[in-house]
T-cell receptor
Framework: EAQVTQNPRYLITVTGKKLTVTCSQN?????MSWYRQDPGLGLRQIYY???????DKGDVPEGYKVSRKEKRNFPLILESPSPNQTSLYFC????????????FGPGTRLTVL | RKEVEQDPGPFNVPEGATVAFNCTYS??????FFWYRQDCRKEPKLLMS???SGNEDGRFTAQLNRASQYISLLIRDSKLSDSATYLC?????????????FGSGTRLSIRP
């Protein structure tokens, strides 16, 4: 089944404790991206990647890192999480950089205390 | 001005009604447009792409007005299952970036 998976689905952590949210897609898509969704602000793009080893900042990259060592995986790293990073995070993938359907993962609800 | 703006709603309409919402965008060079649907606490899913000539898929019609820089979504004969948040998506296809911009969504609630 074609899908985007994210782990964990739910996470409660404390300020400053490094964490990684994994994202994996099995559709051989080139383009992957991370979003956060907050009430009233909608989905905002954090980082995107157009291919392996190619990543770039979206609208709200501060406090986040990503890597794209393999085509299928695009982990999101929070080196030192802070409470303002409490949010719902979605990973997405598509064939190209935005002219195609984006397939979203199920979301990761992160709470930073 | 936000790059992509939507009326947040909520739109509360009776089953069987026709409902329409618009989404305005600020970058006149934008090339790709989409409507996504998002159910509560779920991931967004593509509803339909928006083509220059407009397109229709069953009860749903999407249109693009480049002169006024907005896209629209029309839902006819609304069903209870249409209750969701509808997200407008614009890809500016700017040469310096590949940033996809989501509107903050319009909430639709269909009542029996």
């Amino acid at each position: 089944e074609a899908q985007v998976t994210q782990n964990p689905r739910y996470l409660i952590t404390v300020t400053g404790k490094k964490l990684t949210v994994t994202c994996s897609q099995n559709m051989n898509h080139e383009y992957m991206s991370w979003y956060r969704q907050d009430p009233g602000l909608g989905l905002r793009q954090i980082y995107y990647s157009m291919n392996v080893e190619v990543t770039d900042k979206g609208d709200v990259p501060e406090g986040y890192k990503v890597s794209r060592k393999e085509k299928r995986n695009f982990p999101l790293i929070l080196e030192s999480p802070s409470p303002n990073q409490t949010s719902l995070y979605f990973c997405a993938s598509s064939w190209t950089e935005g002219t195609d359907t984006q397939y979203f993962g199920p979301g990761t609800r992160l709470t930073v205390l | 001005r936000k790059e992509v703006e939507q009326d947040p709603g909520p739109f509360n309409v009776p089953e069987g009604a026709t409902v329409a919402f618009n989404c305005t965008y600020s970058n006149s060079a934008s090339q790709s447009f989409f409507w996504y649907r998002q159910d509560c606490r779920k991931e967004p899913k593509l509803l339909m792409s928006v083509y220059s000539s407009g397109n229709e898929d069953g009860r749903f019609t999407a249109q693009l007005n480049r002169a006024s820089q907005y896209i629209s979504l029309l839902i006819r004969d609304s069903k209870l299952s249409d209750s969701a948040t509808y997200l407008c998506v614009v890809n500016p296809l700017d040469s310096s970036a590949s940033k996809i911009i989501f509107g903050s969504g319009t909430r639709l609630s269909i009542r029996p």
